[in-house]
């Protein structure tokens, strides 16, 4: 039976081969654990995912959740799905056993999750922003707080949103213009208007737990005034019980050209001035939390760009092996059977690129989880930080390099399948529209640009970026023990070793003060600086698949030809094809920047 | 007031500085034309697109057409837009005016028409479709078919669809199943299942006129067993009034990503044995007939992509201009007013890739239709041959690049509105799924590739190939006179000059037989192909560009600034980006043709 999620063997690939998730169970937290926890883990998270979530993804999409008396309205396949999710123990997979949860890796409790964002990127959001509305107050909250709100969560009765955009100021969150007042009783009172709240309402918990961004009456201006809130739809009594509903109005939902299963609501925080809020850690640290919490959330979003490709690439994989029509350009006589479109050198250009893409994304998604576990289990202090200042570096890679390569494999998908796949009566075209939110929340692209170029590099003085140099090194030392690497080794190392000295100059640009002109491409940069680090990812690939071949399992050898292909793509299509990118940064090429509005 | 479907600057631009539209008025049939009746022409059209299609754009996205008691039911803003289109003779507007038409060059039909395109894609369609079937009875019918059902199309009381596709075979027509057995009346009889026929039911006219691609009972295998057929939705009586109701069902609607507001149907000809068709022409020639009428209507696709391009760019950049947010890298100052997003220096990349795409590529779709002029009006019968090779080369390009290189201008609309973008309460996103569809219809990407590589190029001995060459040489000779254009010329020149003996490489190896080996890479050589064209018309805009600036002129200044800059753009980012797929045509890379089906 075909698979539609993702491809079960890769998993295992990346798990057991390329980034060892055995060797996590020597550290003391995952001790318990083994390779049967693990993919029985991932067993149950696949089951649920293709039975609960899979099945309703188009009526979703179909059926927009509705605005009625003031609350979102949602298909009622979708708290079934949920409450498996939760029953499975899914949204606590990495927490602890004391406190309730799995004890899993991260790396594993990506890989349970990538399963439902393939089958289902809308219904998995609920979860998804449940999960990181209650690691903030785990991170940062009172016992109080967690004790009122965190708890509740765990447990799967309250829900969570993160509650940041306004109106007038979009990504600009120092202009953000929520307000928060003290009020007697040592909580506060909130005034403001936001946006694009994801699960800003809907029927499928007791209570909604906000994590609202706003300003205390002394905050300085800017990022640095700025608090974080606990305001729940329903106040929390002392004995845990739900009081009366707060002060927070559903004004309205969009409607989006995808993730459409998602209410993305308008909330107004105080319209009758009674709206309760709870301050979370300390005055105007609110956006420094966000921040600590944003590696994982990233990995998140870019899983979620990668497994839209991964199920569009699958579905289209099936299209073309199954759909016969016309004849290879040698052989037209048309008394010969149609042979299937796989056969079809330019569909298969399109299949391996998205093979590519998609991959070469999946690895690079688990290899962050991977580096966030080193984070957090390493037994020496140095190396835990070692690995975050890696993962830090990473995480405008992880969350944009999908969502803008992944959804050009959504893209190849549809054309794939043709006029077919124009129509709804499939499902790629959905995959499209879903994944286009992903290069726009949670960071704009240009955002993870400037991020990167701006601020990651330089950080700690270079420490991720040596670290990241270091390892690709490595990498390719440890390809050169495989001749038939070479031309994939080649033009990667031909590519970083530019790469650094641009690298070098740009930042030397931006350390004399030439900011703006400097950071005016940073486009270019994150595209480049991306393909190296996928790049890198997939000569790695490369080697553990030639490793593989050498022990030659029958049954393995076309899942190993088939890696060293994607990488050869991947490594002598589209890497080298960056030099030119490199051209233009190495040259301050200032086309874009001297460009006057007047002129357009 | 800001423009919303096309810039009139950059149209006038078009027709009188780049492509002299004037000089078409020196050849006879044009003679009664001038400057003015062009730029009445183009005014109505733009004040009934505005005023009658523009405003219906969103309701037909909503509204999709409904099936009903077997007939498709659309909303009613669609037939008023439709009327005002044919009450101003825009049907018929390149047609003679003998034969009630306009007498304008197929240039300015289609300046007039690019206003509709862009209003709405999906009203245009209706006309757009009734044009090629008018066309095609206009050139291959008899007297007396003109009169039963050219007339009536000509009058707008009936109107047309293009029937080709079949269920099972998709775009490899030589496999379509539809027969057509000959009456004792001369007429034919006609059996099988088309899908994906775009206006193939609706109540805006008194008739509908299929041409339907069938095969004879004697029909060779393939393409060249397939014939033509006039099979009208009712029976046209002798005196021209309507008879019965032919024996064609509409089975069904499809349900598209875009373009929604087309019905695309299912349409089943003699389910019950009595659909009557009429022979148009020779038996066994329908292909080519199709074939010879697809340079116009593939240039009328190619603008199509083009116009939602400009659509997208033009609401994008308002939205730049308007948007406040954020500030730039070297003032981050908190107290100081958000500029507007145009300032940051990534937004203007986005604004000025979507202008090099879009106002290149209308400068070729334009250009393709100067062309198509020449090869009907030109004096000379040689001359209008050399324009006919040259405008079938460049047809797979003018309908490919603007369908792939104005929908990524979409992705870059949406990513500019950010979250806004994103929803259905802002245009960019429908123009997207609107564009999604035109690399897939009237031949997809993949087909133009092997047409460009396998047929075009070699045609009447390369003649059309060795003309375009000699043009864009003419270009560079002139662009020699402006040192300023010394930047943009040289990479031009590069990537022709290695992309002729690439393409010399290519041919040779045709010839040789290796045709699946050699056509397997067709869609590098087509991107390639592409960029040197509309690199060429960059280049071409831009020698334009300087020779307005030399006028001095201080209201234009900032017009040809930004043709420059635009040129520069494309010249410098984009062409020399092409040498890598260069690289890999001349290796004859064959990555993807050694991929194997159970590798994946």
Redesign the interface.
Known sequence: MSETLLSSRNLAFELYEVLDAEGLTQRERFAEHNRETFDAAIGTARSIAEKYFAPHNRKGDENEPRYEDGQARLIPEVKPAVDAFLEAGFLNAARSFEAGGMQLPTLLSQACFAHFQAANAATTSYPFLTMGAANLIESFGTQEQKQRFLQPMIDGRFFGTMAL?EP?????L??IRTRAKPAADGSYRLKGNK??ISGGDHPLSENIVHMVLAKLPDAP???KGISLFIVPKFLVNDDGSLGPRNDVLLAGL?????WRGTT?TALNFGDNGHCVGYLVGQPHQGLSYMFQMMNEARIGVGMGAVMLGYAGYLYS?EYA?E????????S????TA?VSI????????M??TQ?AYVEGAFDLGLYAARLFDDTTTLADEAERRQAHELLDLLTPIVKSWPSEFCLKAN?LA??IL??H?????YPV?QY??DN??N???EG???IQ??DLL?RKLAQNGGAGLKRLIRLIAETGERARAHPSLDALRQPLEQLVSRLQSVTLGLLGDLAS?K??AT?????LYLKVFGHAVVGWRWLEQAIRAEEGLARDVAADR??Y??KL?AA??FL??EV??C???L??LEAR?A??????????
């Open positions: 955009t007038h100021a979009g990504s600009s120092a202009d946006i694009f201006p800017g990022v969009f409607h989006k050209m995808g993305s994989l092996r759909r016969p029509q016309g004849r290879l350009p040698d037209k006589d048309p008394s149609p796989i056969q079809h050198a330019d569909v298969r250009r299949l391996l093979k893209e549809i054309q043709g006029g796949g124009y129509t709804r009566e075209e499209y529209r286009r939110l290069p726009i929340h704009t692209h240009g640009s400037l701006g003060g900011v703006t950071l005016a491409n940073s486009a076309d899942f030809r088939g292909q050869r793509y002598t299509w080298p094809a030099q030119h990118e051209t233009l090429d086309t874009c920047l001297e460009m006057q509005d007047a002129w357009f």
